[in-house]
């Protein structure tokens, strides 16, 4: 793909002009964070498509909602063979996705450290993530093991699959996230959540609680401040409009992962592997910071995804 000239911030960006956007970034991204031996592994001249090609449609397969693979690959066929000559099968697309499943955690970790770095606080919390319907959980079960059912207690409904854990920044970045079965404890993924982060400040909600968890933050040096679902005693207690504010501030965690189920269907996976399952979450993450990146240098709200690949 040929990179062309910028294009001047504009709230309303042709599709074209954004995919080449996305591209020049993700190439740029991958020139400074992917070692030289990987770039230049033996026989990558031979590729059809480049890595930063692969890495791009990874990216816009997702932000565009298209979960199935094949539907994307329909819609590349259709629209983006211009901007992607060398377009390659749909088998082997699949594939060299998989390979680079490495790659897309490097480019997530690079803007994931950026953003944590200019955060003043940080946010964790859990969602869902659906791997089958709840009546084939059997045979979910028998292609992803780690799948397990999984309470939300928001819509008092039992669901099948996995638990994404994820730390987010004050502007709605994801800095940290992780897969486990959906019956996993919320504190005993914040403990590594949590650990090397000396000095960050993090807001919680009741799930994180309790004296074991305050202490394990106290020991490795986070501030770990859980918000309440109300604040005891009206507005008047000591200390209300404190807690007040930090249990709105808590609230961006709740978007963000609103977010990421309606744009880039993060809460349910066609996906019919613990692999698969993996390379589409760490796609789905690394394009919604991708998106909130490219929304900063078009001169665009931040969290204004939805309009961005509308």
């Not at 790659?103 to 955060?119: G, I, N, P």
């Not at 005693?233 to 992962?257: C, L, N, Y």
Request: hydrophobic share 45%.
């Amino acid at each position: 793909m040929t990179s062309q000239p910028a294009i001047p911030p504009d709230p309303t960006v042709p599709p074209d002009d954004l995919i080449v956007h996305l591209f020049v970034f993700v190439d740029d991204l991958y020139q400074a964070t992917v070692p030289d031996h990987i770039q230049h592994r033996p026989g990558h001249h031979r590729l059809s498509l480049s890595d930063s090609e692969v890495l791009t449609l990874s990216i816009l397969q997702e932000a565009l909602s298209l979960d199935s693979e094949a539907s994307f690959f329909r819609t590349a066929r259709r629209s983006l063979l211009h901007l992607f000559p060398r377009l390659v099968s749909r088998d082997r697309y699949h594939r060299r996705r998989k390979a680079l499943m490495s790659m897309h955690q490097v480019l997530f970790q690079d803007l994931a450290a950026q953003a944590e770095a200019a955060s003043r606080y940080l946010i964790v919390d859990s969602a869902p993530v659906e791997t089958v319907k709840f009546a084939r959980s059997q045979s979910g079960k028998r292609s992803i093991p780690e799948a397990d059912y999984g309470y939300v207690a928001a819509r008092k409904q039992v669901f099948f699959g996995l638990r994404l854990h994820a730390l987010v920044s004050d502007r709605g970045a994801v800095v940290d996230f992780g897969l486990t079965p959906a019956d996993s404890s919320e504190r005993d993924v914040a403990r590594e959540v949590l650990d090397h982060r000396a000095g960050a400040s993090v807001l919680a909600d009741q799930g994180y609680s309790g004296r074991p968890m305050q202490q394990y933050a106290d020991e490795v040096g986070v501030e770990l401040i859980v918000t309440a679902a109300r604040v005891h005693g009206g507005d008047r207690a000591p200390g209300a409009a404190d807690r007040r504010s930090w249990r709105q501030k808590r609230t961006r965690i709740e978007s963000v992962f609103a977010v990421l189920a309606d744009q880039f269907g993060v809460s349910v996976t066609r996906a019919r592997s613990t692999l698969g399952v993996a390379v589409r979450v760490v796609a789905k993450v690394l394009a919604y910071n991708v998106s909130l990146v490219l929304n900063q240098m078009l001169g665009r709200a931040d969290t204004a995804i939805k309009s961005l690949f509308a």
